[in-house]
């Protein structure tokens, strides 16, 4: 390892403490109400009495209930089977951008959604990893966040992973603005494994109404090293409503994309609260089962 | 050169660009204004969006318009356009070179620029025309040259010589310039027209042949002849005044104009504040007017310079030297220390009625003898044997003045610089053990310097010493007293004179120095002394400073020649001696010696010089000259484009918003800081606001230094509010509420006594403070440090002694001792034989009794036994800190050791007496 490894490693811990307070803060504000199967299985909680049946092992017995009456009855525990939950941040240039309209990048916002949901679910007792996780390793405990967040942010790959355990939930935070082929593609590999997910589009406001004026050269932020070509638009209140009509398009894409397999789409925009898209996220992901 | 009709373009070829401007168009047209760049992410959505109303992004036609119109300006300004070309230039059009000569001395300085912008015309004029010209300037160059006729050259070339000429101050010389012409005649034999530009005043001495007669025929005979002239205002000058007793006389001479006119002289000091205007009005037909500048003699004296009240160049100035000799005065004390104190310091009363009318010098006397002083005070100061005594008999018998005040030293030890004996000790009049009035003055005899000054009835005198009687005493005395006792005795040593006033030079002895017959005596004996001689002779004197044409002084040019110092009233004004300063430059201890060359002392007397027959007249200045109309041109046309800069910027909407908020908040910023100089001066006239100033004097009080810890702070308010009772219940003081105090800010003139908790980490008082605490100290009042950790109560503020080494150590703390057992602080009130406080048992010091400035009183008292904390009461009228060790034995001697404080910053070493009863008594008893 060099040093200059370790240096970068040390003041992302350092930047990391703050994000994960503000992810628990957000997430502390989501009541934490749904959960366990509600039905009879391995777990530590009682969930009901029934009668011994021939074939139950006698260490299955409850013998303080059986003395209360004649029968014999065997104590059952709730089955709470721990979720695994694979979560990925897109880690494009894009990410990296704020308008003046908003006070975080989007990959700020996404990076503290994620985190959120991601205490929230280690307080529920869930498996939380990142989607490709680097050492396959989850996160599993109160205390697992903070290390869960060192990870992140060393985290900057494609959401895919061949380790992923079958029926695992997935949460994609992204802008997903590259081509729709391309989401789809992704989805679908995921989607077959099979897992179950959710798209957050996280956009700036200015993404979503285009609010400059006048003759503007708009430049990509990977400009720089792809070349990408700039674009001048001579009258920019003009294309405006052509811009909004593009972006529906698209996003009605994603959310074709995100029904077709039968996962969530939402959209989460970075001048809004964190803890309203959390909320939402938390109760498109619990009532299952 | 191309005219259309009022305008003539000077470089016409330029205009060809001016069909060129639709190419601007086309170009403006086809090029839209620059984007502005925005990063945005989803720039793929923005891709290949059809192209919708591009016909914005081309520049609007109005914004065509004013770029066309800009340009267009830019194109005619460089054309070089004039307006009314050939307007008063005088010159006809023709092809013959041209001689511009320009009268340059000093009568030519007051319309200079009309007098240029003429000649500068005719040389333009001559310029566009193509021919050559020559310049003449009849007055001798800076450098001594005689006045020469430049080379004939294009009269373009031309222009740079006549921008540099100046007004000289001294005459011009037409004998020197007809000799220059015909020298130029003879190298150029063709005709020529010429312009003469003059002054309209013969120079040439009274006597000798006419010079401007001759210089304007000879022109006149090589070609036409054109003479400009002012007209409309005359020639003014002003003549050297005359000092008469309380007056100057200044007169201001003109050539005779037909009407009444008023001319108006300034008189100023060095700085060139105006101390006085005098109008002088002069007679229609009159060559001169005369009025008089009245101004006390105080205020003559720093009067440098004198002018007319408008444009007259250096024939309008006269610099006023010291005619009269300057008679400096040293003053001397006998105690340094105290001798400023004000009211009853011994130098205070001098320093004041001194001041106005003589340069006083300060210092030890061995600096002020170093230097040249006409008078040397000492006030009650003895001189012992030995060097000093030496130097001073020297000093009088060269000449010298030496006054002397009497006063308790020099009652004690007289020495014999004196003009009469002294009797040992000195005499009280008047007073509790006295039958004896205080004794009135009686008229001055008339053999006296004082002889004829009134005697005021309420000067009176209590004490003073005596002479012996002596033969000669009666002829010696200057003053008496109504019983004839001298009071002013003086007696000549050698050149010189020894003055004594027998009383002292405060209000001591007697009330003379408070009286206006003390400024006058003294102003009598200055003027009686010999002045400090000047530089004579022939010793040459070098030229200080100069006066241009202009009246205005600087440096002297490199040409100025020293002159000796007994001519200086003979000379007239040259290029080798320009009017101005000379004199002696300052050297060690000596003042700049200076004296002052006027111009108009060696000009002959004005006379006019009638233009000759036959001549064109031109006046000068009143005539529009033609204008450049270039460079306006091309201001409108930068006008017009910083416009278009912003324009553009808001077409590209660069001017955004919060820009245009940020320019308004910075417009506002600007006006607050413009309007915030004027709110506190309306604050202070609020009804209600805080206290008046001088409210602190109205009542006594006790003050303390407030610490920035307000549990201390507190703790010493209880502490003094707790004293102030106490001393009030038991004394005849009268205390009102104590008040906290910031060295520096407020004033501490009101307190007596100031109460200093130092804190261990108080931070050492800045220079304000230690200026305004020294002062405390120096006038009288008393501070009493604590550092609360002393005795007793050691450890109970640790680091307190090293923060009041720091908080003293820009203060003048005099030598200290601990309290002795018979000192006044333990017998102002209450006999004590202990100083407790909160604390007891350690040392309380005062300073040591070497030093007799304020009686003995000691500046600081220095202790740690925290008294505010045994003074303090709390509301209920309980003492809320216990002393210790303790006892109500403690508390009550710490309320006496207040009470003892108190009437020891009140009343000084008054109860010091009781020190001396045994003394006393026993004196009685012999």
């Given amino acids: 390892m060099s040093g200059a490894a370790a240096t970068r490693a040390e003041a992302l811990g350092a930047a990391l403490p703050p994000l994960v307070v503000a992810a628990e803060r957000v997430a502390a504000t989501v009541m934490q109400g749904v959960h366990g199967r509600r039905r009879a299985g391995t777990g530590d909680a009682f969930w009901q009495f029934r009668p011994f049946v021939p074939g139950d092992p006698s260490s299955r017995v409850d013998w303080r209930q059986s003395a209360r009456s004649d029968r014999l009855f065997v104590r059952e525990t709730e089955w709470e089977a721990a979720q695994t939950v694979a979560l990925w941040r897109e880690p494009g240039e894009t990410m990296r951008w704020r308008s003046h309209l908003s006070a975080a990048t989007k990959r700020e916002r996404a990076e503290l959604l994620l985190l959120a949901l991601a205490a929230l679910l280690l307080r529920g007792g869930e498996r939380v990893r990142l989607l490709p996780s680097p050492d396959r390793r989850a996160f599993a405990g109160r205390g697992a966040l903070p290390a869960l967040a060192e990870s992140l942010a060393r985290h900057d790959a494609a959401p895919a992973d061949a380790a992923i355990p079958r029926h695992a939930r997935v949460v994609l935070f992204g802008d997903f603005l590259a081509p729709l082929e391309e989401v789809s593609r992704t989805v679908a590999a995921l989607a077959a494994r099979p897992v179950r997910g959710h798209l957050v589009q996280v956009l700036d406001p200015a993404e979503e109404t285009l609010p400059y004026a006048g003759r503007v050269r708009f430049e990509g932020l990977a400009a720089p090293r792809t070349g990408e070509e700039p674009v001048l638009v001579p009258r920019v209140e003009g294309v405006r409503a052509l811009y909004a009509e593009r972006l529906a398009q698209h996003r009605a894409g994603l959310m074709a994309i995100a029904a077709g397999v039968g996962w969530g789409f939402a959209v989460h925009h970075t001048d809004q609260p964190p803890e309203a898209a959390l909320l939402a996220l938390w109760l498109a992901l619990a009532p299952q089962g | 050169m191309l005219s259309l009709g009022p305008v003539a373009f000077a470089a016409p070829w330029l205009l060809l660009a001016l069909p060129a401007l639709p190419l601007l168009w086309w170009l403006l047209r086809v090029t839209p204004p620059a984007p502005r760049r925005q990063v945005f992410p989803p720039i793929r959505l923005l891709r290949d969006l059809p192209a919708v109303e591009q016909t914005p992004a081309r520049t609007p036609w109005w914004l065509l318009a004013l770029r066309i119109l800009a340009a267009a300006l830019v194109v005619l300004g460089l054309a070089r356009p004039v307006l009314g070309p050939g307007a008063g230039t005088g010159v006809a059009a023709g092809a013959a070179p041209l001689l511009v000569v320009v009268d340059d001395g000093w009568a030519a300085a007051p319309d200079w620029p009309a007098r240029m912008a003429a000649a500068a015309a005719a040389v333009e004029r001559a310029g566009r025309e193509g021919r050559r010209a020559a310049l003449l300037a009849t007055a001798p160059a800076e450098t001594g040259a005689p006045p020469a006729v430049s080379a004939l050259m294009p009269a373009e070339e031309l222009r740079a010589r006549l921008a540099a000429l100046r007004p000289k101050p001294w005459a011009p010389d037409r004998a020197a310039a007809l000799a220059a012409l015909r020298r130029f005649r003879e190298a150029h034999p063709g005709g020529f027209e010429s312009l003469f530009v003059t002054d309209g005043v013969e120079h040439a001495p009274a006597g000798a042949p006419e010079g401007f007669a001759p210089l304007a025929a000879a022109l006149a005979e090589a070609g036409p002849l054109t003479v400009a002239r002012a007209e409309g205002r005359p020639v003014r000058r002003l003549a050297p005044p005359s000092a008469e007793a309380d007056r100057l006389g200044v007169t201001v001479q003109q050539i005779p104009i037909a009407a009444d006119a008023e001319a108006a002289v300034l008189a100023r000091t060095g700085d060139g504040r105006v101390l006085a ?562 604390f007891a048992g350690g040392t309380v010091w005062v300073a040591r009794e070497v030093d007799r400035a304020n009686d003995s009183v000691s500046p600081v008292i220095v202790g740690g036994h925290d008294w505010a904390g045994a003074w303090a009461i709390d509301s209920r009228g309980n003492n809320p800190y216990a002393a210790i060790p303790g006892g109500a034995r403690q508390r009550t001697l710490a309320y006496r050791f207040g009470v003892n404080l108190v009437m020891y910053a009140l009343t000084g070493n008054y109860k010091g007496d009781q020190v001396h009863v045994p003394a006393i008594l026993e004196r009685l008893g012999n």
Avoid: C, K
Avoid at chain 2, 377 to 400: I, K, N, Q, S, Y
Avoid at chain 2, 470 to 487: F, K, Q, V, Y
Avoid at chain 2, 680 to 688: E, I
């Fill in chain 2, 277 to 838: 205007r005098a109008a002088v009005p002069i007679a229609a037909g009159a060559a001169e007017g005369r009025a008089a500048l009245e101004l006390p003699l105080e205020i003559r004296n720093q009067v440098v310079r004198l002018e007319l009240d408008e444009p007259a160049g250096a024939a309008g100035v006269v610099l006023l030297d010291e005619r009269f000799r300057r008679r400096p005065v040293g003053l001397v004390a006998g105690g340094e220390g105290t001798a400023d104190a004000p009211l009853i310091g011994e130098l205070f009363y001098l320093d004041r009625a001194l001041a106005p009318f003589t340069e006083i010098r300060r210092g030890a006397l061995d600096q002020i003898l170093a230097r040249r002083v006409a008078v040397l005070v000492l006030a009650d100061r003895t001189v012992p044997e030995g060097p000093e005594r030496e130097r001073l008999e020297r000093f009088v018998r060269e000449g010298g003045t030496l006054v002397r005040f009497a006063g308790p030293r020099l009652a004690e030890r007289p020495d014999p610089l004196l003009p009469v004996a002294l009797r040992a000790g000195e005499r009280q009049l008047g007073g509790a053990l006295s039958w004896e009035q205080p004794q009135r003055l009686a008229a001055f005899p008339d053999h006296s310097p004082f002889a004829g000054l009134p005697v005021p009835e309420e000067v009176t005198v209590e004490r003073q010493v005596l002479a012996e009687p002596a033969p000669r005493l009666a002829e010696r005395s200057w003053a008496r007293l109504a019983d004839g006792t001298p009071l002013v005795t003086a007696d000549a040593r050698g050149a010189g004179r020894i003055v004594l006033f027998h009383v002292t030079a405060n209000a001591e002895w007697s009330n003379l120095p408070l009286s206006g017959l003390f400024v006058e005596m003294l102003r009598r004996i200055v003027a009686l002394s010999a002045g400090v001689a000047g530089v004579e002779g022939e010793q040459p004197l070098a030229p200080l400073e100069t006066l241009d044409g202009f009246g205005r002084l600087g440096p002297a040019p490199p040409a100025a020649a020293a002159l000796p110092a007994n001519r200086i009233e003979a000379i007239a004004a040259s290029p080798r001696h320009p009017p101005g300063w000379y004199g002696t430059p300052a050297q060690e201890g000596e003042a700049t010696y200076r004296r002052a060359l006027n111009l108009t002392a060696g000009l002959p007397p004005l006379r006019a010089a009638p233009p000759p027959a036959g001549a064109a007249l031109l006046p000068i200045g009143g005539l529009p000259a033609e204008r450049d109309l270039g460079p306006w041109l091309l201001a409108a046309a930068f006008l017009l484009l910083a416009l278009d800069m912003l324009v553009s910027l808001g077409l590209r909407g660069l001017l955004s918003a919060p820009r245009r908020a940020a320019a308004r908040a910075g417009a506002a910023v600007l006006l607050l800081a413009l309007l915030a100089p004027a709110a506190p001066v309306q604050a202070q006239r609020v009804p209600g606001g805080p206290e008046p100033e001088g409210a602190a004097a109205l009542a006594t009080r006790l003050a303390y230094v407030a610490t920035g810890d307000a549990a201390v702070d507190e703790i010493v308010r209880s502490g003094l509010v707790g004293l102030s009772d106490y001393v009030n219940r038991r004394t005849a003081a009268a205390l009102a509420e104590p008040v906290a105090v910031v060295p520096g800010r407020d004033d501490l003139a009101f307190y007596p006594l100031l109460y200093w908790a130092v804190t261990p980490d108080a931070p050492q008082p800045d220079a304000r403070a230690v200026e305004a605490l020294n002062a405390f100290m120096r006038h009288g009042g008393i501070i009493l440090f604590d550092t609360r950790s002393e005795g007793s109560g050691e450890g109970f503020a640790p680091g307190a002694r090293a923060a009041l080494r720091r908080v003293t150590r820009d203060l003048a703390i005099p030598p200290l001792a601990p309290v002795p057992e018979d000192h006044v602080l333990r017998r102002a009130f209450y006999l004590l034989s202990e100083l407790p406080g909160r």
